[in-house]
Structures are given as C-alpha cells and as structure tokens.
T-cell receptor
C-alpha cells in the first residue's frame, strides 16, 4: 500500500510568494490532518478534515493560511503571502474513522520542508 | 483540555541496555495514548497505542509501554536498545470525552543509543 504522499518534498521561495503544499492521503481514510513542525514550537496541528469537510481549523496561524480538500484523495495547504517565519516542515497525515473500540493511528507523509527567504 | 509532557529532551543509553522514555499526560476524562517515532527527514511512524484493558501495551520493533492511571504516565520501554532505535520519540494523547478528534503531541525526546 502506498502511504501518504506529499509534494513537493522541498520548497524554497522568496517572501511574499504564494506557496501550495499538496497531500494525497491513504485510500479509504476518512480523516486528514495538516501539521507544522519547528524546533521552537514542536509539532502543531493546523487543521483537520473528516470526509473532506474541515472540522477544526483553530490551529491555522493566520488568514494567510488556507486549506482545502476538494475530494477524498487530495488536499492542499496554501500560504499567501509567505513570510520567513513560515519556514518549517509541514506534514500531512491521514487515518481511518475513529471506532468504538478506540482510535486509529495516524499515518504521516514524509513532509514538505519549506524555506521562505 | 488535554496535554502531554515529555520531561527529557534527550535520553542516552548504551546498546543492549534497557531504555525508558518518559511521558505524562493530563485529560479531563479517560485517555487514548500513543507513541510515535520519527527518523531524520521522515514523517512520524506509529509505534503503539493504549485504548483500554491491559496496562502493558506491546508495539512495533520490540517496544512496549506501561499505562499507569494513578501516575498519569505512559512510559515507553524496550528491554535491550539497538543503535538503530536512535530517533525522535513522541507521546500523544486524546481525551475520550471532550477532546474532539485531535491528538496533542509532546515536544519529543531524542533517543541516542551508543555502542
């Protein structure tokens, strides 16, 4: 089985440019999560979707950040305009639905390392 | 509110020795608890989870974790460490009641296993 696929793996761009990060979750997974990882703040949940619908976007840092999930097999995280403090590794994760017997583990992609100059 | 603490930024252990990576949590209700491992330039990988039942949970790569409700802890253990176990380890928690559907991760503990 293919895991969670993220693209690009690395992105270097200049301040003010639009950045779009992409994610393909594992087929059949109901939940999709976007995280950001930095040395200073650790791993932060930005937003998550259930069946393509955004459920909680309280972690999105500012209006410059937006996320969409147009269908079950694709999601994007967009930053416009980008700033140097957005530099981080961005992870996408997906999981099956939560079951009565307990949580399903999240499966992470290998991340996009974003550098804003 | 839910939270998790990993009190050690780094743990060093000699290969062949037992290892423990500590985690304590705080939830209003009952917890779901997880351990994940991250290797350099990779995403997090699931190791094991505690849902209910036996307090000793066994996971991948010989790791296990012990749930202790009275101490609100979920320490990760392995009887005999390998150099290949060197990685960043994250504990995570979700409150079964009122926690929404999101995990809260700890800050991570860097495990270094030396020859």
């Amino acid at each position: 089985d293919a895991g969670v696929i993220q693209s690009p793996r690395h992105e270097v761009t200049e301040m003010g440019q639009e950045v779009t990060l992409r994610c393909k979750p594992i087929s059949g997974h109901d939940y999709l999560f976007w995280y950001r990882q930095t040395m200073m703040r650790g791993l932060e949940l930005l937003i998550y979707f259930n069946n393509n619908v955004p459920i909680d976007d309280s972690g999105m840092p500012e209006d410059r950040f937006s996320a969409k999930m147009p269908n079950a097999s694709f999601s994007t995280l967009k930053i416009q305009p980008s700033e140097p403090r957005d530099s981080a590794v961005y992870f996408c994760a997906s999981s099956l639905a939560f079951s009565p017997t307990g949580d399903q583990p999240q499966h992470f992609g290998d991340g996009t390392r974003l550098s804003i100059l | 509110a839910q939270s998790v603490a990993q009190p050690e930024d780094q743990v060093n252990v000699a290969e062949g020795n037992p290892l423990t990576v500590k985690c304590t949590y705080s939830v209003s209700g009952n917890p779901y608890l997880f351990w994940y491992v991250q290797y350099p330039n990779r995403g997090l990988q699931f190791l094991l989870k505690y849902i209910t039942g036996d307090n000793l949970v066994k996971g991948s790569y010989g790791f296990e974790a012990e749930f202790n409700k009275s101490q609100t802890s979920f320490h990760l253990k392995k009887p005999s460490a390998l150099v290949s176990d060197s990685a960043l380890y994250f504990c995570a928690v979700r409150d079964r009641t009122g926690g929404g559907n999101k995990l809260t991760f700890g800050t991570g503990t860097q495990l270094k296993v030396e020859l």
